[in-house]
């Protein structure tokens, strides 16, 4: 059985820090790019930033670039989000993702609120 599941969400103050975790089981990490994405309430979802299947290559949004940094440990079957300096903007539901050519896995999500 397929689980993607996060954690590390929760109330943050504007300028503080979040680390989000994402548990994979059920599949072969290893073989699978993995992303974050996030969703506020009305709005479609985003893709927040990427990782390689082996890690050594990653993207990000124009807006999160300077401040947000995904890592893998293949090992350990886990992705993270390191999130830096955040803004009340981002604000949303946070959102693991698997993806190996069409086939493709989503967590449940986890909540994150910027707000003093």
């Known amino acids: 059985q397929v689980q993607l599941v996060e954690s590390g969400g929760g109330l943050v103050q504007p300028g503080g820090s979040l680390r989000l975790s994402c548990a994979a089981s059920?599949?072969?990490?290893?073989?699978?790019?993995m992303s974050w994405y996030r969703q506020v309430p009305g709005k479609e979802r985003e893709l927040v930033a990427e990782?390689?299947?082996?890690?050594?290559?990653?993207n990000y949004a124009m807006s999160m670039k300077d401040r947000f940094t995904i890592s893998r440990d293949n090992a350990k079957n886990t992705v993270s989000l390191q999130m830096n300096n955040l803004r009340p903007e981002d604000t949303a539901v946070y959102y693991c993702?698997?993806?190996?050519?069409?086939?493709?896995?989503w967590g449940q999500g986890t909540q994150v609120t910027v707000s003093s």
């Open positions: 990782i390689a299947s082996t890690g050594g290559t990653t």
């Open positions: 059920g599949f072969t990490f290893s073989k699978y790019n």
């Open positions: 993702n698997a993806r190996r050519w069409m086939t493709v896995y």
